[in-house]
């Protein structure tokens, strides 16, 4: 492929990947938590809910995430706590019980 053809691809691309965050993020992240929540999906597919919503940092799925920190795949569980750390900005790692305690006192107003 040409240079300049290579180039033209590649700024839109960029464009598309650009709109679709921002209406992602217009949106909101519901559809996504379905997903991420839906243990009868692939998890290629629950793993890349929860990369999605690490990128929108919507605080709604807070919540979602640490239970996800239980998914029976553990590709599924790191990026769900690279997500809760992105949206959070705290760093448990995939400790339930630690990122259980931190939304209770979070609920709690602390």
């Known amino acids: 492929m ?13 464009r598309i990947f650009s709109s679709g965050k921002k209406a992602m993020q217009q949106i909101g992240c519901p559809e996504l ?3 991420l929540q839906d243990q009868r999906k692939d998890p290629e597919v629950r793993k890349n809910a929860a990369k999605a919503l690490g990128k929108i940092k919507d605080p709604r799925a807070v919540e979602p995430l640490i239970a996800t920190l239980k998914d029976k795949d553990s590709e599924v569980r790191w990026h769900a706590a690279e997500a809760l ?3 959070t900005k705290e760093h448990f790692g995939r ?7 931190w939304l209770k006192k979070q609920k709690a107003g602390e």
Do not use: G
């Open 2 to 14: 040409k240079p300049r053809r290579c180039e033209k691809l590649l700024q839109r691309r960029s």
């Open 95 to 101: 400790e339930v019980a630690k990122w259980e305690e």
């Open 33 to 35: 938590i379905v997903v």
């Open 85 to 87: 750390e992105k949206i």
